[in-house]
C-alpha cells in the first residue's frame, strides 16, 4: 500500500509578504507579476481571496473585487529561497520528492515507517519545522494516490491534516471542481458544463462509455480518475544535484584576501545544506571572476566525500593556491557529486568528533535562535 503526502501552502507569496511587513497582516495583500500581456495576481492573501481574488486574474480585475487591497510586486528571490527551505525540510523523509511550483510538493513515504512510525507523524513534524522555518502554516492531505493526497490538502484549513483511508478517494473528490483534475482545461471544462457536470462527484455518476462518446480518450481517463483512481507515480525531481554559493561584491570589489572570509561563510552555508538533507559532497569547485575581467574555475575531488564546514573551507581554500594582486569581483564555490551521508569517520590524527560536535552544537542553537545567534571564526574551521 502507497503513502503519498501531498504538502501545499495556500497564499504562499502573500503570507510571506505579511511576514515581512507586519503592518499589513491581516489585511488584503495582492501580489503581482508584469507580463508583456499585462500585470496579473501570482498570490493573495485569505483576506483578499474572501473577496473574490484568485490567481491569474488581472490586477485591474482584482482591484475591483478588493478596493481596499495591498499591491505589491513580486519578490522571486525571497519566495525561492523560503521555498528551498521547504523542500529541505521534506527531502529528509524521502528521497521521492516531486516539487509541484514553490508551495506545493508530493512526497511518497512508503517504505519508511521504520524510521518515522506512520504518515500522519510525519506530517506532524513537517508542519511544525516549516512553521520554526518560515512562520507560514501548511496544509497536508495523505493518502494512497497523489490525486487522492492532493484533494485532501486541498480540503482542510492552513495547518490542517486530513488522511484519506483506502476507498475514501472517490468520496473526498466529490464535491470538487471537475478543474481540479489533472488535464482539465477552460476547453474541457466548458464542454462538461455545457454537459451539466460541474463537480467531480456528478462527472463520476456518468458511465464512461458516455463520457467517451464526448471526449474519445480523454473522456475514459477523466472517468477513472473521477472514481479516484490515479496510479501515477512520485517523481524524484529534488533536492539539486548542485548546491551552490555565490558572492558578488558589486561596485567595490575585494581584495584577493579578503575571499578566505567570504568562503568560511560561504562553506557554512554549504554545510548547513549538506546536515538538513543528511548528504556528503563528493566535488568541491570554485569560480572567481577578477576586476580586469580574467575568471579562475577550478575543482577538487577529495579521497572522502565532505559535509563539515571545516573540509569545504580547507578544499576550498586549496583551489586559490596561487598569488595574484587583482581585486575580485564575485565568488562561486559549489558542491556537486552529492550521495547519502554515513556515519562520522573518527581519527586519532585529528579531533573530528569535537569538530563535529560543535558544528552539531551550532546548528541546534541556529534552529532555535536564528542563522545569526552564532557565527564561525575561522581558527574554529581552521
Given at each position: 500500500m502507497r503513502s503519498i503526502l501531498h504538502f501545499?501552502?495556500?497564499?504562499?507569496?502573500?503570507?510571506?509578504?505579511?511576514?515581512?511587513n507586519p503592518e499589513t497582516a491581516g489585511k488584503p495583500v495582492i501580489i503581482t507579476h508584469?507580463?508583456?500581456?499585462?500585470?496579473?495576481?501570482?498570490?493573495?492573501?485569505?483576506?483578499?481571496?474572501?473577496?473574490?481574488?484568485?490567481?491569474?486574474?488581472?490586477?485591474?480585475?482584482?482591484?475591483?473585487?478588493?478596493p481596499d487591497g495591498i499591491f505589491l510586486p513580486v519578490d522571486w528571490k525571497m519566495y525561492k529561497e523560503a521555498s528551498r527551505k521547504v523542500m529541505d525540510i521534506?527531502?529528509?523523509?524521502?528521497?521521492?520528492?516531486?516539487?509541484?511550483?514553490?508551495?506545493?510538493?508530493?512526497?511518497d513515504v512508503t517504505g519508511c515507517f521504520a524510521l518515522f512510525e506512520s504518515p500522519r507523524f510525519i506530517a506532524k513534524e513537517v508542519q511544525q519545522k516549516v512553521m520554526r522555518a518560515i512562520k507560514v502554516p501548511t496544509s497536508i492531505g495523505i493518502a494512497e494516490n497523489k490525486l487522492a493526497a492532493s484533494a485532501a490538502a486541498s480540503v482542510v484549513k492552513a495547518g490542517g491534516c486530513l488522511e484519506v483511508k483506502p476507498g475514501g478517494e472517490k468520496e473526498v473528490l466529490a464535491p470538487l471542481s471537475v478543474s481540479f483534475l489533472?488535464?482539465?482545461?477552460?476547453?474541457?471544462?466548458?464542454?462538461?458544463?455545457?454537459?451539466?457536470?460541474?463537480?467531480?462527484?456528478?462527472?463520476?455518476?456518468?458511465?464512461?462509455?458516455?463520457?467517451?462518446?464526448?471526449?474519445?480518450?480523454?473522456?475514459?481517463?477523466?472517468?477513472?480518475?473521477?472514481?479516484?483512481?490515479?496510479?501515477s507515480?512520485?517523481?524524484?525531481?529534488?533536492?539539486?544535484?548542485?548546491?551552490?554559493?555565490?558572492?558578488?561584491?558589486?561596485?567595490?570589489?575585494?581584495?584577493?584576501?579578503?575571499?578566505?572570509?567570504?568562503?568560511?561563510?560561504?562553506?557554512?552555508?554549504?554545510?548547513?545544506?549538506?546536515?538538513?538533507?543528511?548528504?556528503?559532497?563528493?566535488?568541491?569547485?570554485?569560480?572567481?571572476?577578477?576586476?580586469?575581467?580574467?575568471?579562475?574555475s577550478g575543482s577538487y575531488v577529495p579521497k572522502i566525500s565532505v559535509s563539515s564546514i571545516r573540509e569545504i573551507y580547507v578544499a576550498s581554500k586549496r583551489l586559490i593556491g596561487f598569488e595574484?594582486?587583482?581585486?575580485?569581483?564575485s565568488i562561486k564555490l559549489a558542491l556537486s557529486d552529492l550521495r547519502a551521508a554515513g556515519e562520522i569517520q573518527?581519527?586519532?590524527?585529528?579531533?573530528?568528533?569535537?569538530?563535529?560536535?560543535?558544528?552539531a552544537l551550532l546548528r541546534n542553537v541556529r534552529s532555535k535562535f536564528g542563522d545569526h545567534a552564532l557565527v564561525l571564526g575561522e581558527a574554529l574551521a581552521a
Open positions: 501545499y501552502i495556500s497564499s504562499f507569496c502573500a503570507r510571506l509578504e505579511q511576514l515581512r508584469r507580463s508583456g500581456n499585462g500585470e496579473f495576481v501570482v498570490s493573495a492573501s485569505p483576506e483578499a481571496k474572501l473577496q473574490g481574488v484568485r490567481e491569474g486574474i488581472t490586477s485591474r480585475r482584482a482591484g475591483r473585487y478588493c521534506l527531502s529528509y523523509y524521502s528521497p521521492l520528492l516531486e516539487p509541484q511550483g514553490l508551495d506545493r510538493a508530493y512526497i489533472p488535464g482539465v482545461g477552460e476547453k474541457i471544462e466548458k464542454r462538461l458544463l455545457a454537459l451539466g457536470i460541474l463537480t467531480i462527484g456528478e462527472l463520476a455518476a456518468i458511465p464512461e462509455r458516455m463520457l467517451a462518446r464526448q471526449l474519445g480518450i480523454t473522456g475514459s481517463r477523466l472517468h477513472r480518475l473521477a472514481q479516484g483512481i490515479d496510479p507515480p512520485v517523481m524524484a525531481l529534488y533536492p539539486p544535484e548542485t548546491f551552490l554559493s555565490e558572492h558578488a561584491f558589486g561596485d567595490h570589489p575585494g581584495e584577493p584576501e579578503v575571499v578566505q572570509v567570504y568562503l568560511l561563510r560561504m562553506s557554512d552555508e554549504l554545510s548547513g545544506k549538506l546536515s538538513d538533507r543528511n548528504q556528503k559532497a563528493g566535488k568541491i569547485s570554485l569560480r572567481l571572476e577578477f576586476e580586469n575581467e580574467e575568471v579562475y595574484t594582486e587583482e581585486r575580485i569581483v573518527l581519527s586519532y590524527l585529528d579531533d573530528t568528533e569535537r569538530r563535529a560536535r560543535l558544528e
